[in-house]
């Protein structure tokens, strides 16, 4: 609870207590007026001078209008009548602040959730100097620089590791919790906590953009894109209040008026202002215009606590329609981490051609890139390789040591006109050309991420309809890895525009509710993240484009993932949707009694904060994920 909230129930005990004892005490007559009007001022002020404020800005019809003309109405009317039952208009006060102080707490519990499980802001960077730590702001610490990352502290930068070993907890940014093993040369993302050894970091970003920060930024973000549930709310609440406040006031003058017109007898107003006011109470619109909002940022919140970040809640209501979901295949439904599993047709020795394809893709993120790389397996110089050119969808090209050299598939071979042996293996092959003559090819094999199997399956049974690879790889790696994992279509030896091609006419023969999303790694996909109706980017853990392009971003790689993102969004849609038709059936149940005068004020606000508690207690089961 913070002050406010403590300060409000306070207040609410102070008015409850006091009315409790003005109830006992016989006091009659201008005393008890006195009395009552007290309390109900210490309990109503602030609605009071909100409504005052409201009227004076021109924003008249707000709840608190309606709370504020309703019970001084009522309080007005027992004044009239010399009842002395001024109980009505200050119980109507003090269920209607019981009901805004819940709603407060609520929010700021959930609010309070999600910032704890986005815990991942570092505070400081150690940075050694003559022989001694020091820490600084993370913001001052210059790319390339070395920082120093004790067991039990964040890792503040994303950078590579210089020396030390580790595991890491990357719970908070992927909801995994096996750590995470890491030594020397592992690329490592800030928000992490170290867990055991020291390790030292060579910095590979600034602060601002690193992983952290970006996240943080995109969870920041996320509340201000509205969703169409959302916008509906707002604009049904610009039309409804001011409509029951004009039906209010036609119930209050409309029918005496038609009393005295037809009997000729005086009228009975007070029967009939009433009733205008209990209709006002009734119509209070708080639980539609509180769950909704809070619905969708209790399920922001839940899926970042699972490692999926959505950067707004459109993207939520979308994904919770997708029926066909498309697959990039490298590093998404495959680990993207080859070996290499023969060289053919060299003429050269195997560790040099291996040299040279590490070289020519020193500078690509591609995971075949890696893959070579890491099969080189030693430090390379850089200066020796010049002119890098990478081709999307067909490989690189660069001078290396001032010999040209082009790492690729058959494409680029044929592209730069280069004749080239076909391979009867079955793996991706890279062909290599060094000084514009073809110097054989590398075999490499990916394997199938060990969850992808059950995930498809798993997509099937959530609803998903058809599922879709999309990859740049040759024919005979596709057809396998898609038969293996049980994809409905399969299309291959695709550059990255004809992928763009591909998704378009997905997208064109579809019904128009059911969404199509693309999930993919960002690499080279990145129009196709954008193209898609909600694009997912996958193992997020470092690449940038990815969670540019990307609606959703998945910080772990595994593909359950994917799953798990449409079920927790179909489930907070769900409870929109319960929301919006419970308070709805609620209300309209209530005005219509209230107008015929069966229900009373009490009935009305007991009505009214039910309903809002209720909405709210469902609101928050969105912030658990299953
Ligand atoms: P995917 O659709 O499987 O993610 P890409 O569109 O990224 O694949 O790449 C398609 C094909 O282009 C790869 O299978 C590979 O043959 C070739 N290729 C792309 N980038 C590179 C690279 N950096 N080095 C070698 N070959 C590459
Ligand atoms: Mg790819």
Not at 316 to 323: H, K, V
Not at 599 to 605: D, L, P, S, Y
Request: some cysteine; charged content about 20%.
């Amino acid at each position: 609870m913070n002050k406010k909230q403590k300060k409000m129930l306070k207040r609410i005990l102070l008015a409850a207590g006091m009315l409790i004892v003005c109830n006992i005490i016989p006091v009659t007559g201008a005393l008890r007026l006195a009395l009552f009007l007290a309390i109900y001022l210490v309990i109503g002020y602030d609605i009071l001078r909100k409504a005052g404020l409201g009227i004076r800005n021109r924003q008249v019809f707000d709840e608190n209008f309606l709370m504020a003309i309703a019970t001084v109405g009522a309080f007005a009317l027992a004044i009239y009548d010399r009842s002395g039952d001024y109980n009505e208009a200050i119980a109507v006060m003090l269920f209607y602040q019981i009901g805004e102080w819940f709603q407060s707490y609520a929010v700021g519990k959930s609010r309070r959730n999600i910032s704890a499980l986005m815990d991942i802001r570092p505070d400081y960077a150690n940075i050694e100097k003559d022989g001694s730590l020091e820490q600084v702001d993370p913001d001052e610490v210059a790319v390339g620089s070395t920082i120093v990352v004790q067991p039990g502290e964040k890792v503040p930068i994303d950078g590579v590791i210089l020396e030390g070993a580790s595991s890491l907890n990357t719970s908070a940014l992927t909801g995994e919790s096996l750590p995470r093993d890491v030594g020397a040369g592992d690329e490592i993302i800030s928000g992490c906590i170290n867990m055991t050894g020291l390790i030292k970091v060579r910095t590979t970003k600034e602060f601002g953009e690193s992983t952290v920060s970006k996240i943080l930024e995109l969870v920041e973000n996320s509340s201000s894109r509205k969703s169409r549930s959302e916008a509906f709310i707002s604009k049904f609440a610009r039309i409804y209040t001011p409509a029951v406040c004009y039906g209010a006031l036609a119930l209050a003058v409309l029918p005496p008026l038609c009393h005295l017109a037809l009997l000729g007898a005086a009228p009975q107003w007070h029967v009939w202002i009433y009733r205008a006011l209990t209709f006002l109470v009734i119509s209070c619109p708080c639980a539609l215009v509180i769950s909704i909002p809070l619905s969708f940022f209790a399920g922001i919140g839940g899926a970042s606590r699972e490692g999926i970040l959505i950067k707004g809640s459109n993207y939520l209501e979308t994904m919770a329609q997708t029926r066909c979901v498309v697959f990039d295949k490298t590093g998404t439904l495959t680990q993207g981490v080859f070996e290499v599993s023969g060289v053919h047709h060299s003429e050269m020795e195997d560790q040099k051609l291996i040299e040279y394809a590490a070289l020519v893709e020193c500078a690509s993120s591609h995971p075949i890139s890696k893959s070579l790389q890491r099969a080189y397996g030693r430090p390379m110089d850089r200066s020796r390789v010049t002119d890098i050119q990478e081709l999307g969808g067909c490989g690189v090209m660069a001078k290396v040591d001032g010999v040209e050299v082009a790492a690729g598939n058959g494409r680029l071979m044929e592209r730069l006109n280069i004749p080239y042996q076909e391979c009867r293996s079955v793996g991706t092959i890279v062909h290599m050309a060094v000084g514009g003559a073809y110097a054989g090819h590398i075999v490499i094999s990916d394997v199938v991420k060990p969850k992808a199997k059950e995930a498809i399956a798993a997509l099937k049974k959530a609803g998903v309809e058809k599922t879709v690879m999309l990859t740049g790889d040759i024919k005979k790696v596709a057809d396998q890895v898609a038969a293996s994992l049980g994809i409905d279509e399969v299309k291959s030896d695709l550059l990255p525009a004809d992928k763009v091609a591909c998704l378009e006419t997905l997208l064109q023969n579809k019904a128009d509710r059911a969404k199509v999303a693309f999930v993919g790694d960002g690499i080279n996909d990145a129009p196709v993240l954008s193209l898609a109706d909600i694009g997912i980017a996958m193992g997020a853990m470092g690449s940038d484009a990815a969670i540019e392009a990307a609606d959703v971003v998945l910080m772990d790689d595994n593909p359950m993932q994917i799953v798990k993102a449409i079920r927790i969004s179909r489930k907070c849609i769900g409870i929109v949707y319960q929301n919006i038709i419970f308070a709805l059936v609620i209300k309209f149940a209530c005005l219509g009694l209230g107008a015929v005068g069966i229900a009373n004020m009490w009935f009305a606000i007991f009505a009214d904060v039910g309903v809002m508690v209720l909405a709210v207690l469902n609101a928050i089961r969105a912030l658990k994920a299953d």
